[in-house]
Structures are given as C-alpha cells and as structure tokens.
C-alpha cells in the first residue's frame, strides 16, 4: 500500500536507450542530455507540479525484441507514467505498437525514421527527434541544384531506407542515379565504393555521393579510392564530434545539421553548453542536445497538466504545444506529433583547434521553411 501511495507524488520516466550496442554513443549522449535537460527545466529540483521526477533507465542493447520487453515491463511492473527512447529506428518500429497496447505515451528521441511518426505511427507516439524528411529537406537545400548527379550510400534497415526515401522526395533539380545500401556492419566499403564511381564518373557536372550512415564503420574510407581523380564529392548531414573527425579531409563540404554546440544561439543552448563544459570538460555533441528537448518538453507538458500524469490529458497538453530547446523553439505538430525544429545548413572548415571538420553555419533553415510531409495517413 506504501508504494501506491508513494507513487502518487512521483513521476515515473522509463528512458529505453543504447545503453550497449551499436549505437551505444548516441544513447550515452541522449542519457546525459536528458538528465541535464531535467535539471536545466525543474531548476535543479527535479521536481515538476510537486511531484518527485523519478527516471527508470533501460537498455535495449540496439535489439528490436530486448527494446520490446524493457518497455513492456517499465510500463507494467515498474508503472512508468511514459517512456523515452530509443536510439535506433529498427527498436523504435518495435516499440509503437507495445505504447498503443499499454495506452502511454513513447516519446520518441533520437530515432529517425519517418515511419515512427508515419505509416507505424499511433496516437501515443511523440518525437522531438528529427525525422527523416527533416533531415532530407534540409541537406536538400544544401545540394539539390540543375546538373548535379547524386548517388546515394546508406545502411540497410529503417534509417538509411528512409531517408533515402525522403530523400528522393526531396530532391526536385538533381538527379539520383544510383542507392548503394549495404549492411548495418559494414566495415569494408570497396565493393559498394566501385558500384557508385561506375554509376557516377561518366554523368556531366557535379557528381556528389550522399552519404546517410550511424553507429559503427566509417563509410567515408570511400574517399580513399581517389574519388577525386572521377570528380566525385561526398555530402552528408551532422554527425557526433568523433565521426566528424573523418570530415577533415573534406573541407568546404556542404549538408545540414541537426544540432552542432557552435550554431544555435540561444539561453537553453548557451546553458548546455556552459553547464556541459563544466561537467564534462568537453562540448555538448549531437544526441545531447536531442535528450536535452525530450527532457524539456516532458516537463513542459507536465507544467500544463498541473502533475497529472494521465496519458490523455497529457496527449492534449502536448499536441500542438510549443517549447524552447537547445535547438530554439520546436512545436509537436498536431496531426503525428513530430516536433517542428530548425536545421542547419553548414559548409566545413578544417581548424587545426579541433579534432572534428568545424561545421560552419550557412544558415539556420526555419521550421516553416520546411514542407516536412504529414505521412501517418491519420
């Protein structure tokens, strides 16, 4: 009896996260933004309407049926009022339908592909993360120009096959001429290297090979088979500070970003930041700024329903609502919840200050510059 009554002044969060695995850089970021952003929203007490925050943290290890069970359980045994995560998209499409059955909210950050808040999308389904098409729009401005020739190098599962999706739909002057997808695991890349130099070197103009790829394998080894010598650029979007070492040797590459420390400015980016170097004697990097919104925009919601934590006051608190992020203001759009968000158009600079090609900012490209397609047909 003691622990129902407990409960009633506690906010339950499950963060269902990369703990290990694959991705387990981006969940590692994700985690720290996340606390930071509860610390930053509550004024360090972790405390929302007179209830105590309490995060329950889980890791799917990057595996779809692991990620299934966790949040199975952290809504049933653990009574999570709503969950957070996770960092793949292959675990985020097995988690939808385990909100739907259990009727509570799956706040989706940072997994991207457009299908969680599309076709496998539910009324419980959230996300502060950027989707695919966001992305695809964004470095769509970067590159899509008359007489340029893209071939496209992705992941095989969710994530890359979305995006080049959006991608595609994206794209109104360029050419696609060639999709490469290769393995998840992929280590060696001459085989796919060679399929896209022969799609590309004989096509007039620009020729660029759009690269979307996470976690492990580094797909810009391609550059080592002297893509030059044919002409061929390579473009992709942001990355985390240790990918984007490999963007060194790619000075004056363009793409757009979802978030990188130096380009919003902003009192909640300026507080990451600070706060972030203080802790960690480092800059916030890409997935922290992410756990950072989710974490806001969970508190947020929790402000308008005064603490109460009842999955449809909460559904009608936040669709719509708008909220201030590292990022600057994201709204939940109402019709499949994706938040709306600027991205960064950015050309990189080699600073030999930095370990990382410095993604310059071109320009902030606005939310409402941004067609983002409703595709959850609700």
Known sequence: MAQGAAAKGEVRIAHVYSKTGPLEAYGKQTQTGFMMGLDYATGGSMMVAGKKIVVIEKDDQGKPDIGKSQLATAYGDDKADLAVGPSSSGVALALLPVAEEYKKILLVEPAVADSITGDKWNKYIFR???????????????????????????????FGRDGVKAFKDAVKKAKIVHEEYLPVSTTDFTAGAQRLIDKLKDQPGRKIIFVIWAGAGNPFKIADLDLK??????ATGGNILPAMAAYKQFPGMEGASYYYFGMPKNPVNEWLVANHYKQFKAPPDFFTAGGMSAAIAVVEALKKTAGETGTNKLIKAMEGMSFETPKGKMTFRPEDHQAMQAMYHFKIKVDPAFAWGVPELVREIKPEEMAVPIRNKR
């Open 128 to 158: 502060t993360g950027r989707n695919s098409s966001q992305d695809a729009i964004a470095n769509a401005v970067a590159l899509d120009k008359a007489g340029v020739s893209i071939a496209t190098l992705a992941q095989d599962y969710a």
């Open 229 to 234: 010598r044919y002409g061929i650029e390579i």
